[in-house]
DNA sequence: AACACTCAGCTAAACGATTAGCTAGGTTCA
DNA sequence: TGAACCTAGCTAATCGTTTAGCTGAGTGTT
């Protein structure tokens, strides 16, 4: 690899002026410029981020820390990430914590280590503790995505959890249904957490209230929803109808309602939080909360690379975006059959 | 940040010592080792990668390079090696050429500047001549992961394109249709041509072959194959069972089936290659090939690692998995109904 | 006692960029 | 004419590591 000194040798100049062209840093003589640009080309240049690294105390890079990169509504911020990071001159490293509080911890003085310039976090634990390792060291430009932890000064990008759970199950009531049970996620989380309590208040504004077995808790994943749907199906007195925290989920609870050779929405409606991709093939349609997942994770990525140009003179941001409805086939009037 | 500097003078030794220390480098006397260690632990210090990076020539980053983030099969892909690569101590950088070479040109070169130790590529064109910039400059350790390309030196792992093709319409071809149409990738890849070309040679040993207008390519989108579906199923006169080059695409003409009011596999069978997360929540339950992602991805990892550490010294390997049936109730006999 | 070895640990030169501070030549103006 | 000021470009220090090569004390041999 050719290195700047041998552009600065081949053009003539000196290493400065070389990186004086390279970053406009400077004033340079049209002719000099000229053959610095052609000593570049010759020598088929490009300086080494390392060495860039190094001198400035930065990496161009972003870390995005996921919770679960085997949830498909993780691997779509993934790839809204990705374009997102890209268009601001970035890359993106990948880290997959997989729920657990430990993995999280090395990841980040991993991600310290690496030097990346901030950092997208989906926490896993509930407290960010572990994030200032000093307390008199600049903390890392971060930002919680999705979910969010106690006392924590970082800016915030999430979605009204608690209305999500109120849309989609209000639909259902307002179906006629009374007995709606519902398969949560893990309630420390502010997303299983939050999602149930709308659901919750829903119910309470029309004097309703779950029966306590309709209600059960899983992780975000398939095949935890399957069993817990299968398991809550299989009372022979069910609800009619269950609210289910989230996409993946809801295609358990699906196969689940399949495998027990029930029907939907004729014997059971289901409605959902969030969607995955490939949910649209699916039939019945599923009825759902949505939220703008790439415009969060845009807005993300912006808030992050604001914070990092521009450090801790701007105070801390939390902006919540707001699900909203999309009806499918998936639920149907009470007592249809 | 404290600095090594800051360890050795805490330490009261020079920060050759410290590097020994760290590295394992150099024989070290116990006392000098655990006041090395014990002042490491108090200033809380961690090398700085930046440095290391541009003194030892690597960065400890391996790029993974996927044709289109937005597919799900490839998420599975993002998810699998941002694990085996973490394991062999490195992190994952992620980019999305998006089956754009001019993109993957751009990423390539950014690869390069991040001085990335290893690439994981799912190539876009037809050749992977921009990878060597320059002819004797030494070429950036490549692992080709499921597509292959003309004349490249780089390893390769695949599947075998011909046999899943094969497979997946043997069984179609058993249930007793004839009239057999496809749904291909775009066959100017090796996936999109390798698959299409196994369906054939099934037919041919049949003695049969496709009607032209039952073949239609398109591109691995679920969208795509939505419509390619639709307008090939809008023939009065149609095939009774398709072959579907991926499982994205198998959700889009499932959708494209649902939607002109027909049924699978009553009015039609459909088999398809490669499986999507949240495929299993599918009903019916897609017959399809299936390629073990994950040793798939291990091994692609590995062959990295290994020609990282050794170099050219290694020949070049194209490692070969081998599809398997699965089967489900996508597909039922000829003129059941 | 003189010599050759070992060995632990140190000094200082890299790696490849950026940048503060300097220099030498050219203008401007009294 | 010469002081004061610009200007374009250079010199050299610096970022935080690694590592080749050195030093000086200790050991063993004759």
Redesign the interface.
Known sequence: ?ATIKDVARSAGVSTATVSAVLNDSAYVSPPLRARVLAAIRDL?Y??????Q??KR?R???IALVVAD??N?FF??V??AA??AV?AWGY??????SDEKPEAEQRIL??V????CDGVLLVPVGDSTKHLQ??PD?KPLPTVLFGRTVEDDKSDTITIDNISAGRQATEYLLDLGHTRVGSITGPLHLTTGRGRLDGMLAAMKSRGLAPEPRDVRSGEFR?DAAYSVARSLLEQQDRPTALYVASG?MA??A??AI?DLGLRCPVDISIASTDT????????PRLTRTEHPLVDMTNEAVRLLVDRIRRGGEVEQRNIVFQPSLVVGDSCAPVGLR
Chains 1, 2 share one sequence.
């Open positions: 690899m088929n490009s300086p080494s981020l390392a060495a690294n190094l105390g990496s161009q890079l990169l085997a498909p691997s779509r993934v790839w990705e374009a890209a890359s993106l490293v990948v880290f997959n003085s991993r310290r280590m690496l030097s390792r000093d060291e398939e993946l295609l358990g699906m196969r399949a995955i991709p490939g949910i649209g093939g699916l039939r």
